[in-house]
């Protein structure tokens, strides 16, 4: 996560879609940003907006006021994606370098699937509770570079894009059955909702872009480079 107060941008890291390239891109204009663990890493939006009150509260400088973007993928591709990652040396609770595909997602595993069957949605970090979009741009994984681009030259900000944190262990040598993607699917059906509607969203005009989206909060939390 990276707030950026001149260039006016919040970014929000979603897991597995490129957020470490994006992070060291625009570290340089960050001034607040969250390191260390993953669950610090990849906040959500409503939690960042109620987390860094002391910024948004400012006068001129509510949430409308800065562009709001992350990053979506395809559920079956993000699953596919934590798969991979989970296998590469030195991975923490590393996966068994046989274990296939639908053996990984019959396990339940921690990355799709939290404890008490709770599921682990990329939506519920560019949403609210009542699941209202709380984003101005969310960038379909595949479109990456070329809207990342876009985004940058809005901000009037020119840098490249690097590559970092990338899997090692190579593409699925078996494609995936149509029962399991089936699955899959229907487990994501609220990740799907959203990811299917992403160009009708980044489509919207500019002068809707900065529309407040966010009720302000009586809590207020310190905030500062984390």
Request: aromatic letters at 10%; proline letters at 7%.
């Amino acid at each position: 996560m990276l707030i950026g107060l001149e260039k006016r941008f919040v970014f929000i890291a979603n897991t597995k879609t490129g957020s470490t390239s994006i992070e060291q891109a625009l570290a340089q204009y960050a001034d607040f940003q969250h390191v260390g663990t993953p669950k610090r890493k990849h906040i959500g939006i409503r939690d960042v907006l109620n987390e860094y009150q002391c910024v948004f509260s400012q006068p001129g400088s509510g949430p409308e006021t800065f562009l709001k973007f992350g990053v979506m993928r395809d559920p079956v591709d993000w699953i596919v994606s934590w798969f991979r990652y989970r296998k590469r040396e030195g991975e923490h609770q590393r996966l068994p370098i046989d274990m296939t595909l639908e053996e990984f997602w019959e396990r339940r595993d921690w990355t799709f699937q939290k404890q008490g069957g709770v599921k682990n949605l990329q939506k519920t970090r560019f949403t609210s509770e009542t699941g209202e979009v709380l984003m101005d741009r969310i960038i379909p994984f595949p479109e990456l570079a070329p809207q990342f681009a876009a985004i940058c030259d809005s901000l009037g900000i020119k840098i490249p894009l690097p590559k970092a944190n990338v899997s090692k262990i190579r593409a699925l040598d078996v494609p995936i059955s149509v029962n399991l993607r089936r699955k899959i699917e229907q487990f994501f059906e609220e990740d799907y909702e959203l990811y299917n509607r992403l160009d009708e969203l980044n489509a919207r005009p500019a002068s809707d872009e900065r529309q407040p989206c966010w009720p302000p909060s009586s809590t207020k939390m310190a905030g500062g480079r984390r």
